[in-house]
């Protein structure tokens, strides 16, 4: 009678962790944490402006550019109130179902990206293999379909899993590892069987983050091949040149995303402060990262960035 009476129970609130066995520095960690967000939502702030304001910069190549910056907003926007909360507020409790759409978007921006990532190799892709065809290849209209497909596998992809989530009981432990909510972090304090959010979970990553992966290592199999058949030194640096920025956002992304599978599958002997640690590096790195990556590589973004200094200096001057 007691099973049935919790079959459909759930907590009102999850209680969020932020870093274990620093609470009494929270408020001092606060300001760089702030900082962090300030610089990835201003980085890519100015990557997308710069991208919508410059003609120069209007190929598929920066068109993907801008779907990253926007894919890097997301996540970071994600975290933000249940990161700032703790660590500013000490305001630990989320909502059960603030907690799924926390959850719902954190994984779907994560998805996009992934996915942005696939189409940012296959324009490398087209433009050594073929850099004549390029501009007929990657056509607006292709850049467009192209985004819309990343857009909709996400979304999809990830739509079931609150719902699988939703539906499990929870009447014991409502404390969860992170500063924010994750599907697999929630999903271990159901007290039912998680068999098919599990098996789900795994189709979803493999649908999502391992094609993709797997698709970048085929691309750039192909991309060396081809550069291996130039037949200048010269060319095959500049060449390979064009693509350093890219290799840098993929390990920017996926090296954390593999750091925490493995954690999370194999380090349960490790402390909660490398697990902690470990899942704020996947969320907080490729949108502070990736926007520094990409400003050192593009001189118009370096424009952009000394013009709104210089203006702001003037303006406090003044």
Partial sequence: MADNNHSYFQHPYFV??????????????AFPLGAIYVI????????????KSESSLHIPMYYFLCMLALADMGLALCTLPSMLGIFWFNHKSIAFDACLVQMYFIHTFSAIESGVLV???????????????????LTNGVVCRTGAVILTRAVCVVFPVPFLIKRLPFYRSNILSHSFCLH???MR????????????GLIAVIFTKGSDSLSILLSYVFILRTVMAIASGEGRLKALNTCVSHICAVLIFYVPLIGVS??????????PLTHALMANAYLLVP??????????KTKEIRKKIIQIFVQSKITAEG
Avoid at 120 to 135: C, E, H, Q, S, T
Avoid at 192 to 197: E, H, I, L, P, Q
């Fill in 16 to 29: 969020l962790t932020g870093i274990p066995g620093l609470e009494q520095k929270y408020y001092w960690m």
């Fill in 40 to 51: 990835a939502l201003f980085g890519n702030g100015v990557i997308i402006s710069t991208i």
């Fill in 119 to 137: 189409a940012m190799a296959l324009d490398r892709v087209v433009a050594i293999w073929n850099p004549l065809r390029y501009g007929t290849t």
């Fill in 184 to 186: 697999q972090d929630v």
């Fill in 189 to 200: 304090l159901a007290c039912a069987s998680t068999r098919v959010n599990s098996l789900y």
């Fill in 262 to 271: 493995v954690i999370h599958r194999f380090g349960k002997h490790l402390s």
């Fill in 287 to 296: 949108p502070v990262l990736n926007p520094i990556v990409y400003t050192v």
